[in-house]
Nanobody, 123 residues
Framework: QVQLVASGGGSVHAGGSLRLSCVAS?????????IVWFRHAPGKDREGVAA?????QYVESVRRRFTISRENGKNTVFLQMNSLKPEDTAMYYCAADTGGVWSPLRPNQYPIWGQGTQVTVSS
């Protein structure tokens, strides 16, 4: 059974940093999954913020602050989040697909999800 396990959330002050991890298991090709980090804040729709496949992609609100990366040949994807802002506060989820289509506003496109990890940024 394919599983994604997300970790690394926490509480920081504005301007701080956190690094989220997403570990995939249960599939022989999990190191090649297309991975997307989504976030879901209260009262807002779930939105994708970064994705990694053959290339990396970001939504504008996190570009130059967040970096998504994959440990070489491994099944772990990281989301390094710098210069955090209160508006980054949300539950963060990693999602996966065997394809490689970046659809930040279509979370239902991704069939595999990890549990969330909470990120809270105080001003």
């Amino acid at each position: 059974q394919v599983q994604l396990v997300a970790s690394g959330g926490g509480s920081v002050h504005a301007g701080g940093s956190l690094r989220l991890s997403c570990v995939a298991s249960g599939h022989p090709d999990s190191s090649n999954f297309f991975i997307v980090w989504f976030r879901h804040a209260p009262g807002k729709d779930r939105e994708g913020v970064a994705a990694i496949g053959a290339i990396t992609q970001y939504v504008e609100s996190v570009r130059r602050r967040f970096t998504i990366s994959r440990e070489n040949g491994k099944n772990t994807v990281f989301l390094q989040m710098n210069s955090l802002k209160p508006e980054d506060t949300a539950m963060y989820y990693c999602a996966a697909d065997t394809g490689g289509v970046w659809s930040p506003l279509r979370p239902n496109q991704y069939p595999i999800w990890g549990q969330g990890t909470q990120v809270t940024v105080s001003s």
